[in-house]
């Protein structure tokens, strides 16, 4: 779907791929830990992508997100950086820090996936905000609308929280990659940018621990 962000087959296609994930995490809590295992930094878009549908969809089971709304969670997952694919690569891995113009170009990843997803028939709408809302803040410091609580919708909560933790603890060329318990510490460090109840089940989750 990356390399053809507008074709509609591809978005369908998508769908049919996340009911399988959504399916394989609620039947077999395992694969979890087995898809996030299999990360090659040479394609981190596409296993970035992977890998934040896959924690999206098991922390919204953990808490308590209806199967159907799941679909949509993952959907939103998969698809939540899409609009990276209308960002130049030199921006997308240059090494070194960016430039004020190259890191609103980074920024407009969000618009531009609303772009590309707003018209496709196969891309539920209750998923867009998942696309649109990923870099919100609850302390209202995201971007691109700078919203506050309760404006965030639940698929933006968790994909902010899944997709910093899936980006902390990924190698790229211009960073190191933290160790798990490095990254959640991060995380908790700025917590008031997250949703407290969400982050407490995530870090249940990631350390097996069962209600």
């Known amino acids: 779907v990356l390399s053809d962000p507008y074709n509609s087959t591809h978005i369908k296609e998508s ?3 996340v009911e399988e ?20 930094h040479d394609y981190y878009t596409y296993l970035h992508s992977t890998n934040t549908a896959v924690l999206s969809i098991a922390l919204g089971a953990a808490a308590g997100v ?10 939103g997952g998969l698809l939540h950086d899409i609009g990276k694919t209308n960002i130049p690569l030199d921006v997308l891995n240059k090494p070194g820090r960016l430039t004020f113009f190259e890191y609103r170009m980074m920024q407009n990843h ?8 707003k018209n496709q028939p196969y891309f539920p709408e209750n998923a867009m905000s998942a696309v649109t809302q990923h870099h919100e803040k609850l302390n209202g410091q995201g ?9 965030i919708t639940i698929y933006g909560r968790i994909l902010a929280l899944v997709d910093t933790y899936d980006a902390l603890t990924t190698q790229r060329p211009y960073k190191v990659a933290h160790t798990p318990f490095e990254a959640l510490s991060i995380i908790v460090n700025e917590c008031e940018q997250y949703d407290p109840d969400l982050l407490k089940t995530f ?3 990631l350390g097996g621990v069962e209600d």
């Open 15 to 17: 769908g049919k791929v």
């Open 21 to 40: 994930i959504t399916s394989s995490i609620i039947n077999n809590k395992n694969i979890l830990f087995n898809i996030i295992s299999i990360k090659n």
């Open 66 to 75: 209806s199967r159907d709304r799941l679909h949509s969670l993952g959907l």
């Open 110 to 117: 969000v618009m531009e996936g609303e772009k590309i997803l």
């Open 143 to 151: 971007y691109p609308f700078n919203l506050t609580g309760s404006y």
């Open 203 to 205: 870090i249940k989750m």
